[in-house]
Every structure is written in C-alpha cells, then in structure tokens.
Nanobody
C-alpha cells in the first residue's frame, strides 16, 4: 500500500505563507501522480492541486491559482504545496493524495489518501 504523511500545517495570519510537505512510504510511489485536496468546516472536500509523476503537468483550482505552487522531489519521495497570500477561506484540513492516473484528480476516484494536516488562517 502507498502510505502518505502530511506535515507543515499550523496557525498563520492572513497574508502569510506556509509550505506543506507530503512524504510517501516507499520509492514505488515515484510513478504516481500526486496532489492535494482540502476540506473546510461544513463543506465538502475540494480539489486544490495536482502534479504528474515527472512534474510535466500541473493543475490548480481557480481559487488558489497564482497563490499556490505544487512541486515534487522524487528522490525524496516528497510532494510540496507552497501556499502564499493565505486568507481565511484557505482554512481547512489539507489532504495529500496519490493515484496512478493524473486525470483522476479531476475525474474522481483517487486511490490513496493521507490523514490530513490542519491549516488555520486568522483574519
């Protein structure tokens, strides 16, 4: 199984930056597309960003495009989410995800999930 562990969440002020990291359990996950979802209180889980196995393709939700950057370091089995200009609407539990198909991050049916890390942005 592919196991994912997110770190880097916390409490920050509006306008601040935060970097999330997600480390996979083994090198096999290098072949997987990776991405991030988030779930705010009282709302359904939503897509945030995705990246293909070789970083050739990236995708972002419209609400974060221009502020968030997804990247990965396959040698470290790690995917990152750099979040800039955070605002209160970014407050959510952020989940790392992995799938054999990059398109699944939009189509649905993502196979593997982390347990999440909480990001709280004060107004």
């Amino acid at each position: 199984q592919v196991q994912l562990l997110e770190v880097g969440g916390g409490l920050v002020q509006a306008g601040a930056s935060l970097r999330l990291s997600c480390t996979t359990s083994d090198r096999t996950s290098t072949a997987y597309a990776m991405g991030w979802f988030r779930q705010a209180p009282g709302k359904e889980r939503e897509f945030v960003a995705a990246i293909s196995w070789n970083s050739a393709s990236k995708s972002y939700a419209g609400s974060v495009q221009g502020r968030f950057t997804i990247s990965r370091d396959n040698a470290k089995n790690t995917v990152y989410l750099q979040m800039n200009s955070l605002n209160a609407e970014d407050t959510a539990v952020y989940y790392c995800a992995a799938d054999g198909s990059y398109s699944d991050f939009k189509r649905g049916g993502v196979d593997y999930w982390g347990k999440g890390t909480l990001v709280t942005v004060s107004s």
